[in-house]
C-alpha cells in the first residue's frame, strides 16, 4: 500500500459521513440516532456527520425490517454510494425482523440478504451511547486495508 | 393528479429533513403550490395482520411499534381498551403513574416535533437547544421505566413497576429545568423576525376545512376546534386538564400550540406527583371476551383503537386509526395549497407533525 | 429589536458562559438502572419456562441444558429488552436494571394459565409438536427417540392419526409446539396477569 493510500485512509477514519435509511421501522431507532446529534452526545465531536444523502457517505445505517417497498430501492441507493462503503444495521430489526417476524408479516428480514451488513447494533431500539460506540469501533476497521483500484 | 402545470417537483422519499421516507409530489407553477399528494407506503409491516390472534402480552409490544416516537400511548390505549372490555379498574396510584409517564412521552414528542421545526427553517441552534432540552426528559422517562423508548409501562390492572420518592425529587427538579430553558427558548422563538417570516402566516389551515378534513391533535387545536380526548378521560379530568387552543392556524400556532401543552404536561406531572398517595401498582384482573372502540390523546392527536378480543385473552380482530393518517391529508389538500415558495413545503409539512411509522403501521 | 434582546440575554447568562467555555461531553455510560439485555444470576434455573412463556419476541430466549445444567439462553438480535422474563421467573434466575430489585421489593409476579388448541383441519399428524415439547420430554423420555409416546402422562400425542390433548395442566405456555408446527395448526392461548402482593 502506498505512504499516500495509507494517509488518505487515515484521514478518512477521522471523518465519517453518515446516512441513514429507514426500511420499515418504528421509529423508535431513528429518533435515537436523532438523538446522538443532540449536543449530550454530540456525535460531531468525533468527526461523524450525518448527512442523508448516500452520495457523500461512507456509512449508511439502516434500520427497520425490510418493506416490500424497499425490494427494487435499497440495492440502487447502496450502489451509489462511493467506496470504501460499509452498512451498519440499528436494532433488531434488520438483524432478525423484531416483533414483526411472524407468519403474517409483510416485511422480509433480515436485511444482510439485500445488501452486505458490516455490524449490527442488537436492541430495540439501541441506546445513542451503544449506537456511536459502534460506529468508532468500526471506523478504524473499515478504512484500515482499503486500497484504491484504478478503474 | 392532472398534469395543469408547468412543473411537478417531487420531495423526498429521502429527504434531509424528514426523519422518516415518504414522498411528496407537488405541483406547482413557479415557486406557487398548486396541489399537492403525499406517497406513502415505505415503512407497511402489516401490525394489525401480526397481532391477530395474540395475547395481550404480545400485543402490548406490538401496538408499542406501531411508533416509536409516541409509543406510551399506543401502550396506554391498548391497555385500557382491553380492561374497559374485562371491567379491569387500575389500582389509583397505577392510574397517576400512567399520567406520568404517558405526559413525559408527550413533552419529548412535541420537543422533538419542535426541533424538527426549526431545523427544517435552518434554526439550527434552536433546534439543538431544544434537542438537549428532550435529552432531559428522555432521562426521566429512562429513570421511571428502563427504557428510553419502546417503556413497555402499562400492563392490565396497572404499571410496571413503582417510582421511589428519590425518583420523584429527580423527577421534580427535572422539571423545574425544563420549565426554566424552555421559557426562554420559546421567548427567542416568539420574537424572532426570521422565525416569524418563515412561519407566521404560512401553511394556514382555516376552521372550517379544519373541522371538514377532521384534523386532529395540535393541528387542530391550532386552528380553534376544542378536541382533545384527555378531556373525557377521568384521571385527567380529575387532575384539572383544559386543552390548549389557538386561533390563528398558521405554522406558528402549530408550534405554540405544542410549546403549551409542554408546559401543561409539566402541570399535570406535577399535580399528579401530589395527588399520588401509597398504594398498590397492580391489581391483576385477566382478560374477557368482548368488543370496543377506545379512543385517546396521543402526542398527534385523536388515537383510536377498535377490537375484538376473546375468553382466552386473545386479541381476534383489531383496527387502529391513528392521528397521522388525517393530518397528512390535512397537511396535503389544504395547507400546503397555495404556498407561495418551494421552500415552504417542507416546513408546512414538518408543523404538521407528519409521523409515517404509525400512518403505514 | 426584542429578539436581539432576548438573544444578548440568552447567550449572557453566567450558566451559558461557563457552559460554554467548560463545555465537556458526558462519556459514553449506560446508567445501572437502564434495562438491558438480561443477564444470569447464580440462582439455579429450574426448567420451569415461564421465561419463555411470556417472551414477546420470537425465537428471543431458550432454556437449554448445558453442562447437566439447565440456563436461559438469550439471542441478541432477537431479544427486544422487555423484561418481562425477569419479572416471570420465579426463581430470580434473571437480572437487569432496577427490575429484579423491584419485583422483590413489591412482590411482583406475571402468572398465567394455558389452553392449547389444535385445528384438527389443519393438524396432519406428523406429532412434530408432541416430540418438540420439552414438558413431554421429561415426562416420557423414549419420545426423544422414537418419536411417539405410550404414556397417558404427556401433554399430547398423536394417537391413530391425529394429535390429541391429554393433560392441558401441565403445559407451561413455552410455545415451542407452535414454532415447531409446520402448519401452523397449534396454538397455544396464554392467559397471563399481571400481580402484585405473592400468590392469589
Ligand atoms: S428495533 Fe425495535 S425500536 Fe428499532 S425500529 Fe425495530 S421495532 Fe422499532
Ligand atoms: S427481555 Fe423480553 S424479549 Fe428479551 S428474552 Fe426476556 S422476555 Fe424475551
Ligand atoms: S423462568 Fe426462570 S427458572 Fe423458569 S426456566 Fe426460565 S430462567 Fe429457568
Ligand atoms: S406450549 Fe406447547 S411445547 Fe410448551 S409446554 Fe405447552 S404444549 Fe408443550
Redo the contacts with the bound molecule.
Sequence with gaps: MSLLQHLKNSVRSRSIHVAYVNVGSCNGCDIEILACLSPRYDIEQYGIYVHNNPREADVLLITGAFSPQWEDKLKPLWDKIPHPKVAVAIGNCPISGCVFNRPETLVDPPVSKHIPIAAEIPGCPPRPTEIISTILSLAPLIFKDYEETIR | MKKTVDISLPVGPMHPCFKEPCRIKCETRGEYVLAAEVELGYVKKGIERIMRGRPWQEVMFLAERVCGICSVIHNFVFIESVEHISGIVPTERAAYLRVIVNELDRMQSHLLANYSYCYTIEHETLAMYLLNLRETVMDQLELITGARVTCAFIVPGGVRCDISSDIADELRSALDHIDAELTRFIRIFETGPLIGLRSKGIGILTKDAAIESHAVGPTARASGIDNDQRSTHPTYTALGFSPVIRQEGDNFARIMVRFEEVFQSIRLIRSALEAMREGPIRGGGTIKAGSIRYRGEAPRGELLYELTTDDYGRILEIAIQTPSIPNIQVCAHAMLIDAQSAADITSIFISSDPCIACTER | MLSIINYIREFLRPHWITTFFTAKTAPLVTPPHFRDFPELTDKE????????MICPAPEA?T?VKREEI???EITKGHCIRCGL?IE???????TSGRILAYKKEEELTLQGTFHIEIDQSKCMGCGNCTVACPVNREIDPALRSSGTSTSDEVIMRVDTGQNKVLHEEKCTGCKTCEESCSNGAIRVARIVEALQGGEK
Design positions: 434455573c429450574t426448567h420451569c419456562l415461564a421465561c419463555m430466549i432454556v439447565w440456563r436461559p422474563c416471570a421467573c420465579p426463581e430470580d434466575v434473571l
